[in-house]
């Protein structure tokens, strides 16, 4: 059963860093495109970054660009998203994604997400 699992949300004052971590299990991450997400309530989940296995090409959101690294570390099978000069806006519950397409398009699988806060 393939499986993503987040950690790493929590509270964090305007101008701080947290990094988020994304565990994968029943699949190797090398093979499939890997993305964060995120999503505030009343809104559509939003893209914020990704890398492409198919390409190794990376993207990021214009409103995370210069702040945000994803990254991966195929010998734990674990993401990572480097979020730093975190804002308010940035307050979200933050998801991992697969595409099994290896593409940065269409997410097949989901973690269960984990929130993170920017406030003073």
């Known amino acids: 059963q393939a499986q993503l699992k987040e950690s790493g949300g929590g509270l964090v004052q305007p101008g701080g860093s947290l990094r988020l971590s994304c565990v994968a299990s029943?699949?190797?991450?090398?093979?499939?495109?890997i993305g964060w997400f995120r999503q505030v309530p009343g809104k559509a989940r939003e893209g914020v970054s990704c890398?492409?296995?198919?390409?190794?090409?990376?993207e990021y959101a214009d409103s995370v660009k210069g702040r945000f690294t994803i990254s991966k570390d195929n010998a734990k099978n674990t993401m990572y998203l480097q979020m730093n000069n975190l804002k308010p806006e940035d307050t979200a519950v933050y998801y991992c994604?697969?595409?099994?397409?290896?593409?940065?398009?269409?997410?097949?699988?989901w973690g269960q997400g984990t929130k993170v806060t920017v406030s003073s």
């Open positions: 890398i492409s296995s198919s390409d190794g090409s990376i």
């Open positions: 029943g699949f190797t991450l090398d093979a499939y495109g």
């Open positions: 994604g697969l595409d099994l397409a290896g593409k940065c398009s269409s997410y097949d699988y």
